[in-house]
Nanobody
């Protein structure tokens, strides 16, 4: 079994910053460094959407157009943790943010189906 636990969400004002963390654990999660790690979000009343992903080598990162230049994804393989630094937050960033891990290629990093494991989500609310 694999567990992903997100933390760091909260209520902030527009223009503020937050850093989300996702800690991975479990007997099946033997080599964190071999997983594609991603962040998705689900705004109220909308579908879950891709936000960012980082390849297992850490060399390739991917971002949705709506967050590129404001959000940064990174990973610490020694801590089995992936981060999402979110700067210059906007009200439209309000959503439940989910961490995800995938064992396969990063060719379809933006698709939910690429990921095998999901966290429970953490709420981010940005007020105007």
């Amino acid at each position: 079994q694999v567990q992903l636990v997100e933390s760091g969400g909260g209520l902030v004002q527009a223009g503020d910053s937050l850093r989300l963390s996702c800690a991975a654990s479990g007997r099946a999660f033997r080599r964190f460094s071999s997983y594609l790690m991603g962040w998705f979000r689900q705004p109220p009343g909308k579908e879950r959407e891709f936000v960012a992903a980082v390849h297992w080598t850490g060399g390739n990162t991917y971002y949705a157009d709506s967050v590129r230049g404001r959000f940064t994804i990174s990973r610490d393989d020694a801590k089995n943790t992936v981060y999402l630094q979110m700067n210059t937050l906007k009200p439209e960033d309000t959503a439940v943010y989910y961490c995800a891990a995938g064992r396969d290629s990063d060719a379809y990093y933006y698709k939910k189906e690429t990921y095998n494991y999901w966290g429970q989500g953490t709420q981010v609310t940005v007020s105007s």
